[in-house]
């Protein structure tokens, strides 16, 4: 394998996994749906247990089919999650959202690792 596209896949992986994203994503959740501290807790406690849940059966998935299909899969959820973020603003929208991502975030550590 080159390692032209490992630079790209750890390039995202520094990006998407920054703290200051979910920072990001709070400071979101609040201005633009008016959410309280507390629901964003809430929101961001959701993609926690998601990702734990999901690590062992997405793993699974990853060693089962492919690896870079996990990887495609992954990315493609997080791009439905963001779509829902998008047009279903609020809280019910966040959480499916969230869950779709923590999902994403496991299917692409079981790919990786």
Do not use: C, H, N
Request: glycine share 8%.
């Amino acid at each position: 394998m080159s390692t032209f596209p490992m630079k790209r896949l750890y390039a995202s992986e520094l990006i998407s996994q920054s703290v200051a994203i979910y920072t990001l994503y709070a400071i979101m959740f609040s201005e633009r749906s008016g959410l309280t501290l507390g629901q964003v807790g809430l929101i961001l406690a959701v993609f926690s247990i998601t990702t734990i849940v999901a690590e062992i059966p997405t793993g699974a998935i990853a060693d089962r089919f492919s690896r870079k299909w996990s990887l495609i899969l992954s990315k493609l959820m997080l791009a439905v999650a963001m779509a829902v973020w998008l047009f279903w603003p609020g809280m019910t929208g966040y959480i499916i959202g969230i869950v779709l991502m923590g999902v994403a975030e496991a299917l692409y550590s079981g790919a990786v690792q």
